[in-house]
């Protein structure tokens, strides 16, 4: 699927695909993309939007499924006006294992005061799940023009289930740009799972006044973080 080419001057937000109904066996979104080289996805000129932009979202249907979510593109989310409106583009709130890898962030720039997050996993883990994250990218570059809040690569909380294994690997989130005072999160994992935090490369950002928190890992005492390139990291506030 392509979608593209969408404008709005109303205050709602936009989601490009959603699942809102019950699914027992596997959820795929794969090969999707929203926008591209033609078209980017959403043109926002409300300088007052109050919904929520995403790009990917699970949920919020309780459902008992392996989620796949795949080689999709996003592209081209413009918010004309500085603008409050949070941007969530991968998000998973329900489901049982997940896997989210190869999927690209191409040269997004987001003019918000609001909270921003590439990945986001707010789902209870279900006991003896596995839960993995890989290969995404940034391609070209990434800009939050609007100052204040936070900002995450990858946001993961749980506090159930039993033997769940949390996995990030090979991901490559680079050349960011941050305005006035949002804080930079980075990866942020705090659940109750066995993870895996390696040979992710995280280089050149540049950041406001906010603090620079490059990886958090908390929530449970079996954990591996290894092998991640940390390089040129820059916050002329701090």
Not at 14 to 35: C, E, P
Not at 114 to 133: E, G, K, L
Not at 209 to 224: E, F, K, P, R, W
Request: aromatic share 8%.
């Amino acid at each position: 699927n392509i979608i593209r080419g969408h404008t709005s001057s109303s205050i709602g937000g936009f989601t490009g695909i959603q699942n809102t109904g019950t699914v027992t066996s596997a959820l795929n979104i794969t090969n999707n993309q929203i926008g591209d080289g033609v078209a980017g996805a959403i043109t926002m000129s409300s300088a007052s939007i109050l919904g929520i932009v995403s790009g990917i979202l699970v949920g919020p249907i309780f459902f008992t499924s392996q989620t796949n979510i795949s080689n999709n593109n996003f592209q081209g989310i413009v918010i004309q006006v500085l603008s409050p409106v949070q941007v969530q583009l991968i998000t998973i709130q329900h489901g049982i294992s997940s896997l989210v890898t190869n999927n690209t962030f191409t040269n997004l720039n987001i003019n918000t005061t609001a909270n921003f997050c590439f990945i986001a996993s707010t789902v209870d883990f279900f006991s003896n799940s596995t839960h993995t994250v890989t290969n995404n990218s940034i391609v070209g570059t990434f800009t939050k023009t609007g100052a204040s809040l936070n900002f995450w690569l990858y946001y993961s909380q749980s506090l159930t289930g039993t033997n769940v294994s949390e996995t990030c690997t090979g991901n490559n989130f680079s050349n960011i740009s941050l305005a006035g005072t949002s804080v930079f999160n980075g990866f942020f994992c705090n659940s109750v799972t066995a993870k895996n935090i390696s040979n992710n490369t995280i280089s050149n950002i540049t950041g406001g006044s906010g603090d620079m928190n490059i990886l958090t890992v908390s929530g449970s005492t079996n954990g591996t973080v290894s092998g991640n390139t940390i390089s040129n990291i820059t916050s002329p506030g701090n």
